[in-house]
């Protein structure tokens, strides 16, 4: 499964869980951690926990497994390592405090209809 595909399935399970803000940055030619960071936002820690899982599921029935994910008991910003993608999911608040946007401006922000 490329890159592009395992992002849109991510972007898919986020939405169906009404995640706010979704930004997709491709980091491929900055970067030789991933070729894509997603970055999206819930409204409470059930609500980012839920997007966590939908994320997991949906992409472990296509056959992806992450390969780490970190900060989901806390749920103020659960990171997923999928190899190729990244997955951050912030509360609100945090995601202000921590700016990836702001730090990863050297990627490419993408809209989901280019993947």
Do not use: C
């Amino acid at each position: 499964m490329t890159s592009k595909e395992m992002t849109k399935i991510a972007i898919d399970a986020l939405e169906d869980k009404k995640a706010s803000d979704i930004r997709i940055i491709d980091i491929s030619e900055v970067s030789v951690m991933a070729d894509y960071f997603i970055i999206a936002s819930g409204s409470n820690r059930n609500q980012v926990q839920a997007l966590s899982d939908n994320v997991e599921e949906m992409l472990d029935k296509n056959d992806v497994k992450p390969r780490q994910i970190e900060g989901y008991q806390t749920a103020n910003w659960i990171l997923m390592d999928f190899n190729d993608i990244i997955v951050h999911i912030f509360n609100e608040e945090d995601r202000l405090f921590y700016n990836l946007e702001k730090i990863w401006l050297d990627g490419k922000v993408v809209d989901k209809s280019q993947l």
